[in-house]
């Protein structure tokens, strides 16, 4: 049973936008704090952005603060992770988790957003 499925990862100039989507299952979305993490080649899984539950604090990653916004869409049990000013950095397998604090515990299965110079 898939719970988080992500969509909207794609090919981008540096400086343009993407929007990620994670469609949840009612009971992950109304349970948990919802968060974007991202994993380059070769490098370790890193932390994007979350959101709690409710729509309570966000908390992003110093390299993409003021670049990105995560959000919730309560009606459609979906989060959001909205990116600007693209940069080839950001080039990752993007997922989605769902879990309380720090600990995430559930997980999509990615999506590809790649960035060119």
């Known amino acids: 049973q898939v719970q988080l499925l992500e969509s909207g990862g794609g090919l981008v100039q540096a400086g343009g936008s993407l929007r990620l989507s994670c469609a949840a299952s009612?009971?992950?979305?109304?349970?948990?704090?919802m968060g974007w993490f991202r994993q380059a080649p070769g490098e370790e899984r890193e932390f994007v952005a979350s959101?709690?539950?409710?729509?309570?604090?966000?908390s992003y990653a110093p390299v993409v603060k003021g670049r990105f916004t995560i959000s919730r869409d309560n009606a459609k049990n979906t989060v959001f992770l909205q990116m600007t000013d693209l940069k080839p950095e950001d080039t990752a397998v993007y997922y989605c988790?769902?879990?309380?604090?720090?600990?995430?515990?559930?997980w999509g299965q990615g999506t590809q957003v790649s960035v060119s110079s």
């Open positions: 959101i709690t539950l409710n729509d309570g604090p966000t």
């Open positions: 009612v009971r992950i979305f109304n349970a948990y704090d």
């Open positions: 988790a769902a879990g309380l604090g720090a600990q995430f515990d559930y």
